[in-house]
Structure formats: C-alpha cells, structure tokens
C-alpha cells in the first residue's frame, strides 16, 4: 500500500487546514489509520487514529477537540480538519496504515507510511 499525504501549507495562527491521505489500493480500507507529526528537532509523536470504518477515532491531548479525523473508503483516503491552529502545532505531518482494523497511538504498529506534508503555522 502506498500513501500520499496532501494538502500541507502555509496558514496564520488561529486558522485552518484540512490535509489529506489517499492509498494506492482498497484493502487500505480494511485498516486503521493514523495521523503523526514531526516537528524539527522533535521525535515523531501521535496526532490521531481513526478504525478502518471510522466508528473509532483517538486523539493526542493536544490536539482534542480541534482536529478532527475522518475517512471515506469510497475514495481510500483519511483526512485530518485542523483547527484553531496553534504554532506548536508545525510540523511535517504523516499518515499511516495500521497492521490492524484499529489505529493505535504507537508508531510500531504501523507499516505503511506516507511521505509527509508539511504544515506551517505562523503566529
């Protein structure tokens, strides 16, 4: 499976950005899905997770109750609706695929990583 993430830019301080994570084949859609970042200098630490039908979703205490995680399977693709955008939240952001149904908050369960987008938040 491969992943593209898209949708990374340039925004100010309170604002918003939806990015998105499109797999190369459906069986993505049998699998858990999560959103990591990495910020320069920083190890890469969870965003969100969200179950391969979008029952289930997980988010880091950070980011609660400002980004959102969704999914249609129709296009396999993930998306991740930022808001309220804060300059800790910069990052290059990762989507990746989970070996199970489920996402998880651990970076050892996954095995399909995306390249990356980067997000950029002014202040």
């Known amino acids: 499976v491969q992943l593209q993430a898209s949708g990374g830019g340039l925004v100010q301080a309170g604002g918003s950005l939806k990015i998105s994570c499109r797999a190369s084949?459906?069986?993505?859609?049998?699998?858990?899905v999560g959103w990591f970042r990495q910020a320069p200098g920083k190890e890469r630490e969870f965003v969100a997770a969200?179950?391969?039908?979008?029952?289930?979703?997980n988010y880091a205490d950070s980011v609660k109750d400002r980004f959102t995680i969704s999914r249609d399977n129709a296009k396999s693709t993930v998306y991740l609706q930022m808001n309220s955008l804060k300059p800790e939240d910069t990052a290059v952001y990762y989507c990746?695929?989970?070996?199970?149904?489920?996402?998880?908050?651990?970076?050892?369960?996954?095995?399909?990583w995306g390249k990356g987008t980067l997000v950029t938040v002014s202040s």
């Open positions: 990746a695929a989970a070996r199970t149904s489920y996402g998880s908050r651990r970076l050892n369960d996954y095995n399909y």
């Open positions: 084949k459906r069986t993505f859609n049998n699998n858990g």
């Open positions: 969200i179950s391969w039908n979008g029952g289930v979703t």
